[in-house]
């Protein structure tokens, strides 16, 4: 079983930055982030897969960078000019090579001046 640790969220006003971070307990072959509002189903952010392949949402593309420690298990998430839309429940997410997806118990990011 894969434990996922994840850490970072909090509050920031619109153009500001945020990093998150995920840490993951067993080895995985892809890491990444959703998100979830109210009301929404939760949507892919960012995913990295270990051989360095990347998958971005277009609402993310040039403000976010996925980026990943295979040593440590962890994912970062660095997100830039942030913008009231990116305000949701982020949620980390791991697959292993079964494959079985795991999650992360989810942290909130919210944009607001």
């Known amino acids: 079983q894969v434990q996922l640790v994840e850490s970072g969220g909090g509050l920031v006003q619109p153009g500001g930055s945020l990093k998150l971070s995920c840490a993951a307990s067993?080895?995985?072959?892809?890491m990444g982030w959703y998100r979830q509002t109210p009301g929404k189903q939760r949507e892919l952010v960012a995913t990295?897969?270990?051989?360095?392949?990347?998958n971005y949402a277009d609402s993310v593309k040039g403000r976010f960078t996925i980026s990943r420690d295979n040593a440590k298990n962890t994912v970062y998430l660095q997100m830039n000019s942030l913008k009231p839309e990116d305000t949701a429940v982020y949620y980390c997410?791991?697959?292993?090579?079964?494959?079985?997806?795991?999650w992360g118990q989810g942290t909130q990011v919210t944009v607001s001046s």
């Open positions: 067993g080895s995985i072959f892809t």
């Open positions: 990295l897969t270990q051989f360095s392949i990347s």
């Open positions: 997410y791991a697959r292993n090579v079964a494959p079985v997806d795991y």
